[in-house]
């Protein structure tokens, strides 16, 4: 495989962080411990953990966590021989207390996430991660909904505010091969740092949009395994590093022991199977946060619409999470668009 | 995007036939007829209406169908408005008295299968099947384990013999993108009849791989809803109409009604979700037949080996289905070869 970078790839496993979604913040500590263990032995560079929505999450709005993150974070840094505990922070939902907490019980690396556009409340919380001494990656997210030069600008900006990567995150798993292949490259020939990449699998494109990502020069990398993480899941671990084992790029992760604890540790605690749903898909074909499907099957319903071309609609305005009022006015869009339509 | 082709893409429903290995081909008639009307009704060109094995795949070796393929072919026939149903036919498995059987009750197009070395026995089928005034398609399996220019050469043969298209069948799911890119766009460049593609989905790849077919100018395609397909299923094909759709391609069938079909009608008579697990990941990496698992498993256990190793050994050796005798003396050889190493 012809790679733009000479560095090597890393993996972060996101199942204990993305995944914590899939679970409703309900993982255990044994969970946790079990998973960790069996992913620091196949030697998984990074392993997240955290609420699904950040360090902080665990609120009445996001959902609260059946166990304190920071019991996990000890729990999962203390059950490490090589890999190193990773946690993400959304500013906005974590602040930067919880952050040195994480720190000091021995997470090493953390993600400064913010919405494609607004890389500019991230530069307190590089700031600080960077003094605490740890690794500290920049993570854009939704970058489906903005252009090459405006994703480039706001990485730009992570990277001056010291962030090691800035990570392309496909956050609604809508990004095509080509999209992904474009965004990785300009942000590889503009910056000095790493890049990064973070797919969903909602267009069952997510493993192939890694390979693309890893071609442009990517060498941080998220998975999941068994596909454990919002919606439809991320590119799945175990899959992809046979892909890359196929392709001869060694990965030091251990194959076989990913196949075996896809089946035998995450296996059991996966609550349901992780296949592409309609939910999903039509998350990934419109473009938008799966948490507008139940306010747009309302609008539809009282609109007399289909739910899916609200969403669509939704995507192409580039309606972002926080922005679920949004939805009544494009219903009533569409609905009085159509009525024109008959009557012409 | 860009298509080296200016024909419609044509798309065959295969979870009817594929889909019949995943339920042990026991689908009952009322499941083929509302699958075929759902499909139908959502513009699907061709359903294919087989034993999982092709026409007179029930038996003991291969497994009995529950209803009588002939009965399921006739009902599935009898549902459509629009939609053409296929058949699969493997020459030495059927015979030509199925196909004609076939044929009275309405199929209007046949694939006839080989091996990707043997089109040779080919001719007759495809020689009654064009008599017969049917739609006749050339389908060459495991193209994995032949070189561009061999898959060439086979082609070539169906094609002599009267293929109406050649398809490049990936039956392992061990194809990655680039080998799929270089297989279609060598046999477009050098044959006059349409050129197919058939993907499983074992490494996360189907859809990226059809897509990258379909670029290279690959216009019969198939897919199954919700991959209700042998091992990981195939490329999903509700997900690909909306990639497709997304990509500017209109298939002429309908995104909303797949959604909704994949979730209300295939939903309820899948055996199991078609996640990927161990088991089909290890075939895709490997390149063999999932039928090489259980001798693999037994006879790492008799010579203290990992399962993995001597299928990924049986892959490289490109064993065939029926060649399963091979598997001991693969276990016996790697063995020997770990007890030298040992001793050097």
New interface residues.
């Given amino acids: 495989m012809k790679r733009n970078s000479d560095k090597p790839i890393r993996i972060t496993e996101v199942c204990l962080r993305d995944g914590s979604h899939s679970v409703a913040h309900q993982f255990t500590e044994e969970q946790v411990r079990s998973v960790v263990r069996a992913l620091d032995d196949a030697g998984v560079h990074y392993i997240e953990v955290s609420h699904g929505d950040g360090l902080g999450g665990s609120t009445l709005q996001y959902g609260r966590s059946l166990v304190d993150e920071m019991k996990l974070i000890e729990a999962a840094v203390s059950e490490c021989t090589t890999s190193k505990i990773a946690v993400l922070q959304l500013p906005g939902i974590g602040t930067v207390h919880e952050l040195k907490q994480a720190h000091a019980l021995g997470a090493k690396l953390v993600r400064v996430a913010t919405h494609v556009t607004e890389a500019d409340v991230s530069a307190q919380h590089i700031n600080m991660a960077r003094e605490l001494g740890m690794e500290t990656l920049g993570f854009l997210m939704m970058t489906h909904t903005a252009t090459p030069e405006k994703l480039l600008e706001q990485a730009k900006l992570m990277e001056s505010y010291g962030a090691e990567a800035v990570y392309v995150t496909d956050s609604a798993g809508a990004l095509?091969?080509d999209d992904v292949r474009e965004r990785v490259r300009l942000l590889r020939q503009e910056l000095s740092c790493e890049i990064g990449f973070h797919a969903h699998?909602n267009?069952?494109?997510?493993?192939?949009n890694t390979?693309a990502a890893i071609e442009e020069g990517a060498t941080r990398i998220d998975g999941s395994v068994?596909?454990l993480g919002a919606g439809a899941g991320n590119t799945?671990t175990?899959?992809l590093i046979?892909?890359l084992?196929?392709?001869g790029v060694d990965t030091g992760v251990d194959?076989?022991k990913m196949?075996?604890l896809?089946?035998d540790v995450v296996?059991p605690i996966l609550p349901?199977?992780?296949?592409?749903?309609?939910g999903s898909?039509?998350m990934?074909?419109a473009g938008v946060y799966s948490s507008f499907l139940l306010h747009a099957e309302r609008a539809a319903a009282r609109f007399g619409l289909?739910a899916?071309d609200i969403l669509v609609e939704l995507g192409r305005r580039k309606a972002i999470g926080g922005q679920e009022d949004m939805i009544i006015d494009v219903a009533a869009d569409i609905a009085k668009q159509r009525k024109q339509e008959v009557v012409q």
Same sequence: chains 1, 2.
């Fill in positions: 095509l091969p699998n267009l069952s494109l997510a493993v192939a390979l068994r596909c799945q175990e899959v046979a892909v084992a196929r392709l194959l076989y196949m075996d896809a089946e296996g349901r199977s992780q296949e592409i749903r309609k898909l039509v990934g074909y289909d899916r």
